[in-house]
């Protein structure tokens, strides 16, 4: 087992519990959706993946973290990416000081000059885009530039699982369909797991074997992507259709909308 | 106007020293939003260090060994009053400061006594004629030491691996953990560097006026220092170093006759103009507005 998450609680500031008792697991090769509204937990089972939870005044209350089958739950994110899972957060966390290559320089910090070099050269060839402003300042990027670069940068950490979480977010459909095409061959080409933390269900679904659907800190629907995608009730409820009769899943598609 | 000249080689001698305090102090706030109000302290403890190796060394040598002395200071500072209090609240770590330059005036006085003291040894003659002017030997030192010093610095921070990591931390220190960035050794180093800055310009300055508790005072220049060049710019310290140099021994040449003290008042009024027509400073960075 690559990733394996058990009856994981996260809390912040000691009060507020974000995960209760969840349990997901990512396989070798395998490339699994984590899906659900705001606030469902989605962005907290990522940072506790990554070792993170500490820098947003969260703490694992209880239940494990495992990577490659080594305990994990408590590690530092240093060890972590060196036992190779990289986590992409929320929110474009790139350097925007920092221009596209010294981004780059900066994510393949463990590389020696010659692998940082060929990596480099690796990451322009696959965006041409990203080399012609490869010394602008990477905050002048535009929204999709700005996700390929950070592909890019995970990349150089020479991961063996990537948890990506909302690349999606504020792109235009015809970007996000290019950045999940992006995604799912880079996981391919590299024998990448992936973890795609997603609120565009449709988009994601349509990379990935598996999928889990978390709501309020629990996982309410786990299962097949293809099944998922035909299941007429998990798509209506969870995933937000057109034709929804529930209150509750409209309030869903509605706060959707406004991202 | 040859009368000008011995002032401004004193001005460009004495902002050479306010550059690398200046340097070491907002290095360590650029990276890691840490105001070190015990920089006038750093200066101290260094020129303490440096006079203490001076006992039994030569005293270029003594110079020397102090450096990697300081670099081991500023881990330690780093280690024990710095890290403990990170993700506190800002206050709260510049209470940590003020407390810890009280602790270490405190300590140095108890280590190496009240009085004054003079280093022993001397620097090699390196004081030239320009033209009619004397250039003395303490200005070429200064400006020998602390230009090639400051300005590798600032060379390392924009082009080497770890002067992109500084950076890249400085910025967005959760993005530089999650790519597994050891951001605790990398920002422990920019204290080293820090203290080592500190100890070379107080071992400069002690060479020119001993070293005792006068120091700290030349210390506290460092803030209007590091404002004037924009407190989140290196350069912009080490620039604004030189200025304030230059400005001081001017006002001393000029101003000091009609308005007597003026000169003290200084770097402080120098301060006030430059930021109301530029809030960043001289060399301060604008905010990137998109997000
Ligand atoms: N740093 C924090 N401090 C306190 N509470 C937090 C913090 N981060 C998240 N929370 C809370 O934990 C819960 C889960 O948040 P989380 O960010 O994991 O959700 P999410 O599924 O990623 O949502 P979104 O789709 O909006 O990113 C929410 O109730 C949120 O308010
Ligand atoms: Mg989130």
Same mark, same amino acid.
């Given at each position: 087992m690559i990733l394996s998450v058990e009856n994981l609680k996260v809390v912040y500031r000691g009060v507020i519990l974000a995960l209760d008792g969840v349990s997901l697991e990512v396989r070798e090769g395998e490339a699994v959706a984590l899906l659900g509204p705001n606030g469902a937990g989605k962005s907290s089972l990522v940072r506790a993946v990554a070792g993170l939870l500490p820098k947003f005044e969260g703490r694992v209350l209880d239940g494990h973290v495992r990577l490659f089958g080594q305990e994990a739950t408590h590690l530092d994110p240093v060890r972590i990416t060196g036992l190779g899972l990289t986590a992409v957060l929320e929110g474009r966390p790139l350097f925007r000081y920092l221009t596209?290559?010294?981004?780059?320089?900066a994510a393949g910090h463990r590389l020696s000059s010659r692998e940082l070099k060929e990596g480099m050269e690796e990451v322009f060839a696959r965006f041409p885009r990203l080399y012609e402003r490869r010394h602008e300042q990477a905050g002048y990027l535009?929204?999709?530039?700005?996700?390929?670069?950070l592909l890019g940068m995970a990349l150089l950490t020479r991961p063996k699982v990537l948890v990506v979480d909302e690349p999606s977010l504020g792109l235009a459909p015809k970007l996000v369909e290019e950045v999940m095409r992006t995604l799912d061959a880079l996981r391919k080409e590299k024998g990448l797991?992936?973890?795609l933390v997603e609120q565009n269900a449709r988009a994601a679904l349509a990379i990935v074997d598996r999928v889990y659907v978390l709501e309020r800190g629990r996982v309410v629907f786990e299962g097949d992507a293809q099944a998922a995608q035909e299941d007429q009730d998990v798509m209506e409820f969870y995933l937000g259709k057109e034709e929804v009769g529930f209150r509750q899943a409209k309030r869903y598609r509605r706060r959707k909308r406004w991202v | 106007m040859s009368d000008l000249l011995p002032y401004l080689i004193g001005g460009l001698a004495n902002g050479a020293l306010y550059g690398l305090l200046a340097l070491g102090f907002v290095l360590v706030y650029r990276a890691t939003s840490v105001v070190n109000f015990a920089i006038g302290e750093f200066l101290l403890v260094g020129a303490y260090l440096t006079y203490t190796f001076a006992l039994f060394l030569p005293l270029p040598l003594a110079m020397l060994a102090a450096l990697p002395m300081a670099f081991l200071f500023g881990l330690l500072v780093e280690r024990g009053f710095v890290r403990p209090l990170l993700g506190r609240n800002v206050v709260a770590v510049i209470m940590a400061t003020i407390g810890l330059a009280a602790a270490l005036d405190g300590g140095v006085q108890l280590l190496w006594g009240p009085d004054l003291k003079y280093l022993q040894g001397e620097l090699p003659q390196l004081g030239f004629q320009l033209g009619d002017t004397f250039v003395p030997s303490r200005a070429v030192w200064n400006l020998l030491l602390a230009l090639p010093l400051g300005l590798g610095l600032l060379w390392l921070l924009r082009k080497s691996r770890y002067g992109v990591l500084v950076r890249a931390i400085s910025e967005r220190e959760v993005a530089a953990l999650a790519l597994g960035i050891p951001t605790a050794r990398i920002l422990a180093g920019v204290w080293g560097i820090s203290a080592l800055l500190a100890t070379l310009a107080g %071992?400069?300055?002690?060479?020119?006026?001993?070293v005792g508790h006068n120091l700290v005072?030349?210390?506290?220049?460092?803030?209007?220092v590091a404002i004037l060049g924009g407190l989140d710019s290196v350069g912009g310290a080490?620039?604004?170093?030189?200025?304030?140099?230059?400005?001081? %021994?001017?006002?001393?040449?000029?101003?000091e006759p009609i308005l007597p003290g003026f000169t003290e008042a200084l770097p402080f009024v120098v301060v006030l103009l430059v930021l109301m027509v530029r809030p960043y400073g001289l060399l301060g960075e604008r905010q990137i507005e998109r997000v």
């Open positions: 596209p290559v010294e981004n780059l320089v535009s929204g999709g530039e700005q996700q390929m670069l797991s992936l973890l | %071992a400069l300055l002690a060479v020119a006026s001993g005072f030349f210390g506290l220049k460092v803030f209007p080490l620039l604004a170093g030189f200025l304030l140099g230059v400005l001081e %021994a001017l006002s001393g040449r000029y101003l």
